[in-house]
């Protein structure tokens, strides 16, 4: 694959993902959060053993080790984001969850020590200051989806960070077929968990969103399919198989494409406001963004001209 049609793939990828934040919205009118991703995540590894099962034969321990551990900060992550996505607007959880990328280097530096550099910290800040003006400057519009969707981000930077050491120069065969199906086996048991501890009869819930159960109407299943075939086996097939063959810099810039969806797709399908002062920390968050990634290509690029220099 060339590295223009992995690119392409990914924003691909990101526009499904944005237009994910919606379908959800619309799934979990009639769903509780972690009860919509548990028959997400159970309808998508149907579709995905039927589609890839042949591939499973002869698991290696690595494998089985790599997949298990992607599902568990996939299924965390999606289960924070379903959980803020029904106690916030869409275009805030999404715009919120676009600190993935500048958590990556903060990430990377607790685990493996890596120095952040210059560019990484000026962009973090910025997109932080972005996130301030999103939320309200005096925090007096702060919602605990808001929080629920903070949260969510170190899971979703550990996942890509992950996914790029499993896959990096790994020609395994049937590689992305094989950790796609292991991911969801990885990430049930912990969605399952959380919806019989939250969500079931057995504890009394801690709102009444989280015991409404499920309601078979017109909207959850729009919800579901979308969620469970395109956002979960698309994406993450997209992303196992593609990422490898571009920069994490294109990459980052592709998903930006999946804010900026999910912000349109909630203004015109959800009728969500767009307040200047949300626009313009949105700006700023994608502006963060670009200058954390983007900062550290023109750095490298500066450093070999002066060398041939």
């Known amino acids: 694959m060339?590295?223009?049609q992995a690119d392409l793939a990914i924003i691909g990828a990101?526009?499904?993902?944005?237009?994910?934040?919606?379908?959800?919205?619309?799934?979990?009118?009639?769903?509780?959060?972690?009860?919509?991703?548990?028959?997400?995540?159970?309808?998508?590894?149907?579709v995905s053993v039927a589609l890839f099962g042949r591939y499973l034969k002869g698991l290696s321990k690595q494998t089985i080790r790599r997949g298990i551990i992607l599902g568990f900060l996939m299924g965390g992550?999606?289960?924070?984001?379903?959980?803020?996505?029904?106690?916030?607007?869409?275009?805030?959880?999404?715009?919120?969850?676009?600190?993935?990328?500048?958590?990556?280097?903060?990430?990377?530096?607790?685990?493996?020590?890596?120095?952040i550099k210059i560019n990484n910290l000026f962009g973090i800040i910025l997109a932080l200051f972005g996130l301030y003006l999103l939320l309200d400057p005096q925090f007096n519009g702060v919602k605990i989806g808001d929080i629920i969707a903070f949260l969510s981000v170190p899971l979703w930077a550990l996942y890509l960070i992950y996914i790029?050491?499993?896959?990096?120069?790994?020609?395994?065969?049937?590689?992305?077929?094989?950790?796609?199906?292991?991911?969801?086996?990885?990430?049930?048991?912990?969605?399952?968990?959380?919806?019989?501890i939250f969500e079931s009869f057995l504890f009394p819930p801690l709102h009444p969103d989280l015991g409404k159960g499920l309601t078979a109407t017109g909207y959850f299943w729009a919800g579901l399919i979308y969620c469970a075939i395109l956002a979960s086996i698309g994406i993450v097939f997209i992303q196992t198989s593609c990422q490898k063959y571009t920069t994490p810099v294109q990459a980052m810039?592709?998903?930006?494409?999946?804010?900026?969806?999910?912000?349109?797709?909630?203004?015109?399908?959800?009728?969500?406001?767009?307040?200047l002062k949300a626009a313009i920390g949105a700006a700023i968050i994608i502006l963060g963004v670009l200058i954390s990634e983007l900062g550290g290509l023109l750095m490298a690029r500066r450093s070999k001209a002066n060398f041939k220099a």
Not at 82 to 107: C, W
Not at 167 to 190: R, S
């Open 164 to 196: 790029n050491i499993f896959t990096e120069g790994n020609d395994e065969p049937h590689l992305t077929a094989k950790l796609l199906v292991l991911q969801f086996v990885g990430a049930i048991p912990l969605v399952a968990l959380f919806t019989i």
């Open 77 to 115: 992550g999606y289960l924070l984001q379903n959980y803020s996505v029904n106690f916030t607007e869409v275009s805030r959880a999404a715009f919120i969850a676009a600190l993935t990328l500048p958590a990556i280097p903060i990430m990377s530096f607790i685990i493996f020590r890596e120095k």
């Open 253 to 275: 810039l592709c998903f930006q494409f999946e804010p900026i969806t999910a912000t349109l797709g909630a203004w015109l399908l959800l009728s969500e406001p767009i307040g």
């Open 2 to 4: 060339k590295t223009w």
């Open 14 to 46: 990101a526009a499904i993902w944005g237009m994910a934040f919606i379908f959800t919205r619309w799934g979990l009118n009639d769903c509780s959060p972690a009860l919509f991703l548990l028959v997400r995540f159970m309808l998508a590894l149907l």
